[in-house]
């Protein structure tokens, strides 16, 4: 019997997507969350349109329990029910079987259906809070990428758009939210029946509800729309810095795409236990406490940027997600890596000062960073189980998306590229669209060859090195693929290449599409530029997602200008950054990396010196793992490169002074104290004490605090623990997430390998939010031997806890991607081998290619014959 069912069902099993004999309408969705049991009930009625005969209709579900009898069809008054409900937990679906086929044409599917709120911050959820010392449950929605069939049997697929009438059934006294205006309560004892409004066209994963105790800040757009910030009861003067972001940047978009907001509302929520950073919910954005809310007092300039760029992206999907939306994950980047780029032209236009288009350059390059690995993945990725769907929720999806798409515009100017996004989303409103729609719309706008174009930035994994020589009178480029391994790669792209010689206002630009190109230098910029060394930068203000090695004398050329002052600053991060890659990937020598640094010491920009300082503290771990007998010079050398830019900031604010000096402050002194710095050291501890003594304190402002934690914590053992405790203690008092975070990312910065132990431990304790552990799992370099071993102990208990979502991988790249030797590689493949699941295949083949190519880095410095005395001169030198 068993056998013959499934034969019936085999067709539907092991399938990417669901059969296509029904298209679904409207949702007439009813929920009833029962917060204290954690559980819900529901029932649905779905309009459906059979479009081919079928006696079977095949929907996605997973842990509900649909019940049998409640399964009816109705068509032209005759109903008809369900023979048989079958779910198939692994494939995710619920197929139902009705005696005859169903009518061609509109028919109301019915059922009712239950489930459990559950605690993996997916579907739909519960969230913990405390309200007046009472531990209080409330219960959330997270749908994408797949998960609203954890809700309700449905057609959970980015193409199925439909409308969506919800009504929810919940404790009379608790705020219930959807994505829609309420259009009428009705109270019945200690319950009420919330109705919203109608829904238009949208696909599941946008789907929102929330149900708890919230205050609110509100505010209303030029064009009367009601925008909301809800968080936890007493903290809604936090709302106000997201609820001014959202509202002028719902102005700046109905201009920029040239369509109005499409709903009559926007609400924004902080949710305690969210995973994500935040979720683009039409008409409900769901966001971490730390994304939305804002404290002047406690909250450093960071979060505040934070909290804009957030906002501004989640934003920016209300268009580019919600009303145009992916036809398949396939298509993931189009949202992801679209909304990413949009939020930096927004928070450019309400912050001019935070130069965020320089800042942008961190997303490039984080970007190029992943998509250097053999283990990277193209942007557009076949997609064929929603298992493999949350690994691509990453740096290629959101920043060599967004990177690319500033490549573009960069190359088809900044008008053409506006008017053609707004004829886009006019053209695919309430639909979906492939990234090949998007190219086509952009090639009719500007004529020029868009899809072929792109095609070589979108369809092949990886970006171009573009080496650059001199020969004679000639320039000659060459392009291959980059690997940070080193080793050769496939691929070839059409790279458009900017260059300019000696001075910004001699700017040339021409397409590589082939392997190679010489062009004279004379016919290129002319005679008038014939000084004798003269500088030549490609890749004008990093604006193409490429790479750029030069021959060793226009490097040295490039090294002396940016001396001089003569290079932008985007420029002078890009040459930076790209020596460091090259450097990484053994085609550059360290030392010559180390002597291109030291050009920088009169740096003031902040975006190039934050690089800088991250440059630096990656060298110094690699050094003290290739030559452990250079690191206390190496220390040196970058304590006094950093020297002048600490002596101009000092330890205290300025009156006045810029949102970009304040966020450098900091980042500088928790460089300065991992080096070791005593002066820093000393100042911190001395900071630290007031502080505890006295929480408003003036000395320890939220800027300075992460760096002080770092200098406390670092010198703590099992012997004398204070520091430890200290910020243990300030941790369980405080009840501000970014003061949480900002804790739990210091901590690890302690170098005694039992504290770490006990550190990482706490990470798991019921202390520590689930989506908060990950905070804290970058240790020292002392302690990384500790923190794979408790990996290792942990790893059934950590797997059970996040499952298949994006959260679990961070614990292996986190924790595996610093060591740097061959037999470590070795040693986390075996134990791995028998605990692969499909979720983390990607990011552990990277995790071990980057303990691969640090290994490769460091035999090459120890091969390095000068490097020793290059270091001894450069630590001594006296500037």
């Known amino acids: 019997m068993a056998e013959l069912k499934n034969q019936k069902y085999a067709q539907f099993k092991g399938q990417p997507r669901l059969p296509k004999f029904a298209i679904p309408k409207r949702y007439d969705l009813k929920l009833k969350p029962d917060l204290a049991a954690c559980k819900f009930s529901g029932a649905v009625q779905i309009s459906v349109n059979i479009v081919s005969a079928t006696k079977f209709l095949v929907l996605n579900a997973a842990e509900l329990s649909v019940k049998p009898n409640s399964v009816t069809f109705t068509s032209d008054n005759k109903v008809v029910e369900a023979l048989e409900v079958e779910l198939f937990e692994e494939d995710e679906i619920v197929v139902l079987e009705f005696k005859e086929n169903l009518p061609i044409g509109l028919g109301a599917l019915d059922m009712e259906f239950d489930g459990t709120l559950n605690d993996r911050m997916k579907g739909f959820y519960r969230s913990t809070y405390e309200h007046n010392g009472e531990k209080k449950n409330m219960a959330v ?133 969210f995973a994500a950073g935040a979720m683009e919910n039409y008409g409900l954005v769901t966001y971490r406490e730390t994304a939305l809310l804002y404290d002047e007092k406690h909250s450093a300039a960071a979060n505040k940027q934070r909290v804009a760029t957030v906002v501004a992206h989640e934003l920016a999907h209300q268009w580019f997600g919600n009303l145009v939306t992916m036809e398949w994950w396939t298509h993931l980047w189009l949202n992801e890596g679209f909304a990413t780029w949009v939020s930096y032209l927004a928070a450019d236009s309400l912050f001019p000062d935070w130069q965020i288009w320089t800042q942008f350059l961190d997303e490039c390059t984080e970007g190029l960073r992943l998509d250097g690995l053999a283990e990277s993945h193209p942007i557009e990725v076949d997609i064929n189980h929603a ?50 729609d998007l190219w086509s719309v952009l090639q009719e706008e500007s004529g020029e060859p868009v899809n072929k174009l792109m095609d070589s930035w979108t369809k092949q994994q990886g970006y171009p090195v573009v080496s650059v020589k001199v020969k004679g009178q000639s320039l000659e480029f060459e392009q291959s693929r980059f690997l940070l391994s080193g080793s050769l790669g496939e691929g070839q792209w059409i790279v458009p290449v900017t260059l300019c010689c000696n001075t910004y206002d001699a700017r040339k630009n021409f397409l590589l599409q082939t392997k190679s190109e010489t062009l004279d230098i004379k016919e290129l910029f002319g005679a008038s530029n014939s000084s004798d060394r003269p500088w030549i930068k490609v890749n004008l203000d990093q604006t193409g997602f490429y790479r750029v090695k030069y021959d060793e004398d226009l490097s040295a050329r490039l090294r002396d200008a940016i001396e001089k002052k003569h290079l932008s600053t985007c420029d002078k991060y890009g040459i930076l950054d790209d020596y460091y890659s090259l450097s990484m990937a053994c085609q550059q020598s360290l030392t010559s990396l180390l002597a291109l640094m030291s050009a920088y010491r009169d740096e003031l920009d902040y975006t190039v010196l934050s690089n800088l300082l991250s440059i630096a503290s990656k060298v110094a771990r690699i050094v003290g793992d290739a030559a452990p007998e250079l690191a206390d010079n190496i220390k040196l050398y970058f304590i006094n490169l950093f020297q002048n830019s600490a002596e101009r900031l000092g330890w205290d604010p300025k009156q006045g002074e810029s949102h970009l000096d304040a966020m450098l402050r900091g980042e500088l002194l928790t460089v300065l104290a991992s080096f070791g710095h005593d002066l820093t050291l000393n100042e911190a501890n001395r900071r630290f004490r007031i502080f505890l003594d006295d929480r408003n304190t003036p000395v320890l402002p939220p800027d300075l605090r992460r760096a002080v934690y770092v200098a406390v914590v670092r010198s703590a053992t099992k012997a004398d623990r204070s520091s430890y405790d200290s910020l243990l203690r300030i941790y369980r008092e405080t009840d501000l997430s970014q003061e949480k975070t900002r804790i739990l990312g210091s901590l690890g910065s302690c170098r005694d390998p039992e504290i770490i132990q006990e550190f990482l431990n706490f990470l798991l304790s019921p202390e520590v939010r689930s989506q908060d552990a990950v905070m804290g799992l970058s240790v020292s370099g002392d302690a990384r031997e500790t923190a794979w071993n408790w ?89």
Not at 208 to 230: H, K, Q, S, W
Not at 394 to 406: H, W
Not at 420 to 429: G, M, T
Not at 848 to 863: D, F, G, L, M
């Open 141 to 273: 929605t997270q749908f994408e990428p797949a998960d609203a069939r954890r809700c309700f049997p449905c057609w959970d697929e980015p193409a199925c758009k439909a409308t969506f009438k919800i009504t929810l059934e919940v404790p009379s006294d608790l705020v219930a939210l959807s994505n829609m205006p309420v259009t009428e309560e009705k109270l019945n004892g200690n319950l009420k029946t919330v109705y919203y409004q109608e829904s238009p066209i949208m696909s599941t994963y946008l789907v929102a509800v929330v149900v708890g105790l919230f205050d609110y800040v509100e505010d209303r757009t030029p064009d009367g729309i009601l925008v909301r910030v809800y968080c936890q009861v007493g903290k809604a003067s936090q709302g106000k810095f997201a609820l001014d972001v959202a509202v002028k940047t719902l102005g700046l978009y109905k201009e920029y795409f040239a369509v109005p907001y499409s709903l009559p509302k926007l609400d924004m929520i902080a949710i305690p236990d």
């Open 387 to 436: 298992g493999e769907i949350d690994e691509i929720f990453d740096a290629i999806s959101y920043r060599k998306g967004a990177s690319v798409i500033r490549m573009l515009q960069s190359y088809l100017g900044a008008e053409v590229f506006q008017r053609a996004l707004a004829s886009y989303i006019k053209k695919y409103a309430c639909s979906n669209a492939k990234t090949e």
């Open 791 to 879: 990996l290792k102990e942990h790893w059934d208990h950590i797997n059970k806890t996040y499952g298949a979502g994006f959260l679990v991988t961070r614990f292996i790249s986190a924790v595996v991607s610093p060591f740097s030797s061959y037999e470590k590689a070795e040693e986390v493949q075996q134990f791995f081998a028998t605990r692969m699941k499909p979720y983390i295949a990607r990011t552990l083949k990277q995790s071990i290619e980057r303990v691969h190519i640090n290994a490769a880095w460091v035999k090459s410095i120890q091969s390095e014959k000068h490097l020793a005395e290059a270091v001894q001169e450069l630590a001594y030198r006296k500037y």
